[in-house]
């Protein structure tokens, strides 16, 4: 039967001392975890809890708790370092276990990590779909030109075609160009030497070259002296991408510190300004750009941060 997810919230960490409700002579430090166990089913009448000093199962006999629905403080002792639950119906029935929690990471929030950023892959398809600010999938061009290559092996062949409720055209092989940003309609037919048609063909789709933009300004007015801007830790810096086409895929960053190589390219995090300063006692050279979904990359835009030595 497969049941026993729950949602658990409310948790924080304390330290304390307990005696266990198992048969034990003296006192053992334990950690106490409150959170709340909210079924989600009617038929859910308890829960049960294993703790784990490790998560290899097999190699150790767990100790078992037994909770009802709603707030719990869970008291774990000394040594155990992972836990896991699962529900109960009526008639004892129970559900599959939760995955492994690790007491000390639990209720935590993990700090986030920037990751370098792979090259962006060269997209092989001639349309790919990506869905547009309503949800909606919208075809994109993933080149300027567009060859209408016929799969008929026939020689006399004729290509009918028109852009945009234009006048036909008539070719054998048309090579078309889509330099301009825009919505397309691009309809044609191909009919052999006794005029029989395959039937029209329709493509839509939107054509976008140009990257994103970003613009950079600093949080709090920074102190300016004859063209120089001064900032200390406290001015964040605010950046702000904007894109027309098929929207912002991310905004990234690279360094490089003093006289060190510049580093891979990193996702930029409302973090990442202090961890660049806070990294580096030396000049820092800060390159930012921003990528679109379809891959157009911005030209970077470099700030160059020169540190000032303080005073003795």
């Given at each position: 039967?497969?049941?026993?997810?729950?949602?658990?919230?409310?948790?924080?960490?304390?330290?304390?001392?307990?005696?266990?409700?198992?048969?034990?002579?003296?006192?053992?430090?334990?950690k106490q975890i409150?959170?709340?166990?909210?079924?989600?089913?009617?038929?859910?009448?308890?829960?049960?809890?294993?703790?784990?000093?490790?998560?290899?199962?097999?190699?150790?006999?767990?100790?078992?708790?037994?909770?009802?629905?709603?707030?719990?403080?869970?008291?774990?002792?000394?040594?155990?370092?992972?836990?896991?639950?699962?529900?109960?119906?009526?008639?004892?029935?129970?559900?599959?276990?939760?995955?492994?929690?690790?007491?000390?990471?639990?209720?935590?929030?993990?700090?986030?990590?920037?990751?370098?950023?792979?090259?962006?892959?060269?997209?092989?398809?001639?349309?790919?779909?990506?869905?547009?600010?309503?949800?909606?999938?919208e075809l994109f061009?993933?080149?300027?030109?567009?060859?209408?290559?016929?799969?008929?092996?026939?020689?006399?062949?004729?290509?009918?075609?028109?852009?945009?409720?234009?006048?036909?055209?008539?070719?054998?092989?048309?090579?078309?160009?889509?330099?301009?940003?825009?919505?397309?309609?691009?309809?044609?037919?191909?009919?052999?030497?006794?005029?029989?048609?395959?039937?029209?063909?329709?493509?839509?789709?939107?054509?976008?070259?140009?990257?994103?933009?970003?613009?950079?300004?600093?949080?709090?007015?920074?102190?300016?002296?004859?063209?120089?801007?001064?900032?200390?830790?406290?001015?964040?810096?605010?950046?702000?991408?904007?894109?027309?086409?098929?929207?912002?895929?991310?905004?990234?960053?690279?360094?490089?510190?003093?006289?060190?190589?510049?580093?891979?390219?990193?996702?930029?995090?409302?973090?990442?300004?202090?961890?660049?300063?806070?990294?580096?006692?030396?000049?820092?050279?800060?390159?930012?750009?921003?990528?679109?979904?379809?891959?157009?990359?911005?030209?970077?835009?470099?700030?160059?941060?020169?540190?000032?030595?303080?005073?003795?």
């Amino acid at each position: 039967m497969n049941f026993g997810f729950l949602r658990i919230k409310s948790t924080r960490i304390r330290i304390l001392l307990f005696f266990l409700c198992f048969t034990c002579h003296f006192q053992l430090q334990a950690k106490q975890i409150q959170f709340s166990l909210v079924p989600d089913r009617e038929d859910i009448i308890q829960y049960e809890i294993e703790l784990w000093k490790t998560e290899e199962l097999g190699e150790e006999i767990p100790f078992r708790v037994l909770a009802n629905p709603g707030p719990i403080s869970l008291f774990i002792p000394d040594g155990y370092e992972f836990f896991r639950i699962r529900a109960i119906a009526k008639r004892k029935v129970r559900g599959f276990w939760t995955e492994m929690y690790k007491v000390a990471l639990f209720g935590k929030k993990p700090k986030p990590i920037t990751k370098p950023i792979a090259k962006i892959p060269v997209k092989t398809d001639v349309l790919v779909p990506i869905e547009s600010r309503e949800g909606k999938p919208e075809l994109f061009l993933t080149t300027n030109q567009i060859t209408i290559v016929p799969t008929s092996v026939e020689k006399k062949i004729r290509i009918q075609y028109r852009i945009n409720g234009g006048p036909w055209q008539s070719t054998t092989s048309p090579l078309l160009n889509f330099s301009k940003d825009g919505n397309y309609r691009l309809e044609y037919k191909v009919t052999n030497e006794l005029g029989i048609s395959d039937g029209m063909q329709v493509w839509e789709f939107k054509v976008d070259t140009k990257p994103p933009i970003t613009t950079i300004s600093f949080l709090d007015p920074p102190f300016q002296k004859k063209g120089t801007t001064f900032i200390s830790s406290k001015n964040g810096l605010l950046l702000h991408s904007s894109d027309e086409g098929s929207g912002l895929s991310n905004i990234r960053y690279r360094t490089s510190c003093g006289d060190d190589q510049v580093s891979d390219y990193n996702v930029w995090l409302e973090s990442s300004w202090m961890e660049i300063l806070s990294g580096c006692d030396k000049n820092i050279l800060l390159e930012i750009s921003a990528v679109d979904r379809l891959g157009n990359e911005e030209v970077p835009k470099q700030i160059i941060i020169q540190t000032q030595k303080k005073a003795k």
